[in-house]
C-alpha cells in the first residue's frame, strides 16, 4: 500500500522559491501516477501538478510557467518546485499517488487519487 510522505515545505517572500518533496514508502505500482495538491483555509482542495509514470505531466492553470512537476523513478519520488511564489500560493500542500488514472483529464482531480500523504504546510509573504 502506498504511504506519501511530503517534506520541504515552510515560509517564502513574494518572488521566492520552495522545492517541495514527496517519497512513497508503498509499492511502484501504487505510484504510477503522482500529484501535488493543496488546499487554503476555507477553500476547496485543488489540483496543482501531476504527472504519470511517463513523465507526462499537468498544471493547473494558476501555476504554469512557475511551477515544475518532476519525478525519480528508482526512488519513488516527487518533486515540485515552486518559483516565483505569490501570497495566493499558501496553503496547505498534499501529495497523492494512485495507480490507475484513465483519462489525462482527471489527473488533478483529487477524487481520482487513493493514497494520500499528511501535507505540508507552505505560506507566502507580500
Known amino acids: 500500500q502506498a504511504q506519501p510522505v511530503e517534506s520541504g515545505g515552510g515560509s517564502a517572500q513574494s518572488g521566492g522559491s520552495l522545492t517541495l518533496s514527496c517519497a512513497d514508502s508503498g509499492y511502484t505500482a501504487s505510484t504510477l501516477f503522482m500529484a501535488w495538491f493543496r488546499q487554503a483555509p476555507g477553500k476547496e482542495r485543488e489540483g496543482v501538478a501531476a504527472i504519470d509514470n511517463t513523465g507526462r505531466t499537468k498544471y493547473a492553470d494558476s501555476v504554469k510557467g512557475r511551477f515544475t512537476i518532476s519525478r525519480d523513478n528508482a526512488e519513488n519520488k516527487v518533486y515540485l518546485q515552486m518559483n516565483n511564489l505569490k501570497p495566493e500560493d499558501t496553503a496547505m500542500y498534499y501529495c497523492?499517488?494512485?495507480?490507475?488514472?484513465?483519462?489525462?483529464?482527471?489527473?488533478?482531480?483529487?477524487?481520482?487519487?487513493?493514497?494520500w500523504g499528511q501535507g505540508t504546510q507552505v505560506t507566502v509573504s507580500s
Open positions: 497523492a499517488v494512485d495507480s490507475i488514472i484513465f483519462n489525462f483529464r482527471d489527473y488533478l482531480s483529487s477524487r481520482k487519487y487513493k493514497y
